[in-house]
Every structure is written in C-alpha cells, then in structure tokens.
C-alpha cells in the first residue's frame, strides 16, 4: 500500500502562484516511479493535469502547458507541481495518483490516490 498525502493549496488572485506537494510513504515502499496531478472542478469531470515518470519524463495537459511545472525530489520521495500565471479557470481540487512505484519486492503497480487539495483562484 501507498499513501499519498498533498499539501499546498489555497487561494491566490489571478495571475499568481502556488506550489502543490505529494508526499508518498508506505510500509514497502520505496519510491515514486510515475505520479500523475489531477484536477477536478465542481461539475466537471476529473481532469489529468500533468504527469512524471523515471524522475525525468515529464507531459503536460494543453490548458496548463507553459505555465505548470512538475518536478519530483526522489529524496524525500515527494512530487511538486509548481503552479504559475493562475487562473480562475484552474480553481479545482487537486489529487495526486501514482500507479506504478518500487518497493521492497521490486517494481509495483496500483491505483493509489491522495486526499485532495483545493485550489481557488479569484479574479
């Protein structure tokens, strides 16, 4: 098992910046492989935001392209999304899902989600 806990979020006006953190922890874990970012706004679908995997691999959602940063510190097993030039539009909840991490037996896979952090951006 994998517990994914965020932190970070709040509310900033348009134009301004958050940075939201993911910290994975577990009895056999050992550390993050992929972790995803995922937004979800009232009435709406859930959304993938932007995505890293080995460390370095990063993907990027159109609407946040340019302007939302993934980054991981494999030290202290945490995964950051650096978020720049809000938005109201951006104003959701956002998780964190990792599905594919290492453990002490090796290679792993889950579907593993976090709690959630709201997000709100005023105009």
């Known amino acids: 098992q994998v517990q994914l806990v965020e932190s970070g979020g709040g509310l900033v006006q348009a134009g301004g910046s958050l940075r939201l953190s993911c910290v994975a922890s577990?009895?056999?874990?050992?550390?993050?492989?992929?972790m995803d970012w995922y937004r979800q706004a009232p009435g709406k679908e859930r959304e993938l935001v932007a995505s890293?995997?080995?460390?370095?691999?990063?993907n990027y959602a159109d609407s946040v392209k340019g302007r939302f940063v993934i980054s991981m510190d494999s030290a202290k097993n945490t995964v950051y999304l650096q978020m720049n030039s809000l938005k109201p539009e951006d104003t959701a909840v956002y998780y964190c899902?990792?599905?594919?991490?290492?453990?002490?037996?090796?290679?792993?896979?889950?579907?593993?989600w976090g709690q959630g952090t709201q997000v709100t951006i005023s105009s």
């Open positions: 890293v995997s080995s460390g370095t691999i990063t």
């Open positions: 899902n990792t599905k594919v991490y290492r453990s002490r037996y090796g290679l792993r896979t889950g579907d593993f």
């Open positions: 577990g009895t056999f874990f050992r550390s993050i492989d992929t």
